[in-house]
């Protein structure tokens, strides 16, 4: 069996706002001691979104362990939401209409010049698939809410378009959603907890 975590990075700096693709940080501090926290589950692998809110958590565990294995991996990014991307709520308050009509049936209604929640699907399960026969275990996967909830529909087999599944699934920031992995073919990968708050890791065989 191999233990794999989604790890949703920690809260971003600035408004509220709709980051997607935008490149927003998480302040340095809450970085580091989400790093802190994270050393007592002594992952063996880490795979990231590049994108620095989740990058920067993982270059800083690999600065307290040179020796763990690090990848970033571009399909695992959030949805790009084209032109309402990276900016704030109060900014968009004149587009409300469009991003309620979103909410309600992302599969129906994409944003201007956005990805298709279609094409996010496709492209963060093909990642996954892609990394699940190397896989080692107690590895850690840091990537972003929208791109988490999109594995668990494609690994519980739900229906991704069901807005329900957005709009009630809480995935909140630095949540770990824990996977058992057994070895079949195709392999056999159990849900263990979703969004479960950074705590004393599980004991080993749990």
């Not at 501090?29 to 979104?49: G, K």
């Not at 690999?62 to 709520?89: C, I, K, T, W």
């Not at 129906?108 to 990642?127: F, G, I, M, S």
Request: hydrophobic residues 40%.
């Amino acid at each position: 069996m191999i233990r794999v975590s989604l790890l949703r990075h920690a809260k971003t700096q600035g408004p509220a706002a709709l980051n997607g693709r935008t490149d927003v940080l998480v302040a340095p501090e809450r970085q580091r001691e989400v790093a802190s926290q994270l050393q007592a589950y002594h992952f063996q692998q880490v795979i990231s979104s590049p994108l620095s809110r989740c990058a920067d958590l993982a270059l800083l565990l690999q600065q307290h362990s040179p020796q763990l294995p690090v990848s970033l991996e571009a399909d695992f990014q959030e949805m790009n939401f084209g032109l309402y991307d990276g900016r704030s709520f109060d900014d968009l308050a004149p587009y409300w209409t469009e991003l309620e009509a979103f909410w309600r049936s992302p599969a129906d209604n994409p944003l201007p010049q956005a990805e298709t929640l279609q094409a996010c699907y496709q492209r963060v399960t093909a990642a996954w698939q892609r990394w699940l026969p190397s896989l080692q275990d107690n590895s850690l996967i840091i990537a972003h809410g929208g791109t988490i909830r999109l594995l668990l529909a494609h690994i519980l087999k739900v229906d991704w378009r069901n807005p329900a599944w957005f709009a009630s699934l809480a995935i909140g920031n630095q949540t770990l959603t824990r996977l058992d992995i057994y070895p079949a073919q195709p392999p056999v990968v159990s849900v263990k907890c979703i969004g479960s708050e950074l705590s004393a890791p599980p004991v080993s065989g749990e």
